[in-house]
């Protein structure tokens, strides 16, 4: 089982950029594909984007496409997310998770909070 740490969360203004880190435990981690989620306050958790286990291919939901990137550096077992433009409906807490089979993910860790002030 890998264990995930989320960080780098916080307060920025819209159109600010915030970088996230997601730091894995375990020799597994290269093996897998990660994602990204979010959830915001009384809705569901939304998928925001993924990436593959080699990092060549990433995907992203169509909220933010173009303002978010997903990347990963599998020498240091972390995954990132730089978010750039962000908006007040950006607002959430951000959770990374193994893809453990395709468009199943577990291992989650415990999120970090993003907030937009407007």
């Known amino acids: 089982q890998v264990q995930l740490v989320e960080s780098g969360g916080g307060l920025v203004q819209a159109g600010g950029s915030l970088r996230l880190s997601c730091a894995a435990s375990?020799?597994?981690?290269?093996?897998?594909?990660m994602g990204w989620f979010r959830q915001a306050p009384g809705k569901e958790r939304e998928f925001v984007g993924g990436?593959?286990?080699?990092?060549?291919?990433?995907y992203y939901a169509d909220s933010v496409k173009g303002r978010f990137t997903i990347s990963r550096d599998n020498t240091k077992n972390t995954v990132y997310l730089q978010m750039n433009s962000l908006k007040p409906e950006d607002t959430a807490v951000y959770y990374c998770?193994?893809?453990?089979?395709?468009?199943?993910?577990?291992?989650w860790g415990q999120g970090t909070q993003v907030t937009v002030s407007s």
């Open positions: 990436i593959s286990w080699s990092g060549g291919s990433t």
């Open positions: 998770a193994r893809e453990f089979r395709s468009g199943r993910y577990d291992s």
């Open positions: 375990g020799r597994t981690f290269s093996s897998y594909a």
